[in-house]
């Protein structure tokens, strides 16, 4: 089955610039997707179409694809960015969603 | 505003069905190319999705849990309700409800989603 595949782990410290990667081969094809979620809270879109950034989202946050590797970049993170960070697409096919495994982004 | 909130017991008892209800404002499901799914996480774990379903009343369920999932929708009331059969201990989960933002067919994202409930299984 179609699986996304992203590092458990990240971390940095303040100011420094993380990139979470998400690997997958139907993402030539296919968008990819970054939600953010903090502790206790409901997932929000980060970036969606790959490297767009929705209202109220800061600049800090980018998108990026090539090939079968999308990747999330946040650059000079902040404490207030530490999250688990889930990379999101659909299937070749189209009919069904799938996460990633999720990135705890660890900022200190 | 775009709003949904989801609704159901907090806990079952394993083989119960889990019926929840997901209430949404804001938009209409009769709206193109929008529609809803349901997504759940376990504690501690990963998100996982689960079923959706669109205007059009088209609907796609998760390979491994087909089996056990319906969802339909009532648009009059604005409600979007999943069933899952069978109920186990590990479905366990904080079950979300979010709207469906579909670009073209087979491209489609999350852009609001509900608080979450969480659901125990346990005898």
């Known amino acids: 089955s179609y699986e996304l595949t992203q590092p458990p782990s990240v971390s940095v410290s303040p100011g420094q610039t993380a990139r979470i990667t998400c690997s997958g081969d139907a993402l030539p094809k296919k968008y990819a997707y970054w939600y953010q979620q903090k502790s206790g809270q409901a997932p929000v879109l980060v970036i969606y179409?790959?490297?767009k950034r929705p209202s109220g989202i800061p600049e800090r946050f980018s998108g990026s694809s090539s090939g079968t590797m999308a990747t999330l970049t946040i650059s000079g993170a902040q404490v207030e960015d530490e999250a688990d960070y889930y990379c999101y697409s659909t299937d070749s096919s189209g009919n069904h969603s799938l996460f990633g495994g999720g990135t705890k982004l660890t900022v200190l | 505003q775009v709003t949904l909130k989801e609704s159901g017991p907090v806990l079952v008892k394993p083989t119960e069905t889990l019926t929840l209800t997901c209430t949404v404002s804001g938009f209409s499901l009769s709206n193109a190319r929008m529609g809803v799914s349901w997504i759940r996480q376990p504690p501690g774990k990963a998100l996982e999705w689960l079923a959706h379903?669109?205007?059009?009343?088209?609907?796609s369920y998760s390979t491994s849990l087909k089996s056990r999932l319906t969802i339909s929708k009532d648009t009059s009331k604005s409600q979007v309700v999943l069933t899952m059969t069978n109920m186990d201990p590990v479905d366990t989960a904080t079950y979300y409800c979010a709207r469906i933002e579909e670009l073209w067919f087979g491209e489609h994202y999350f852009d609001y989603w509900g608080q979450g409930t969480l659901v125990t299984v346990s005898s």
């Open positions: 379903i669109f205007s059009n009343d088209e609907k």
């Open positions: 179409e790959d490297s």
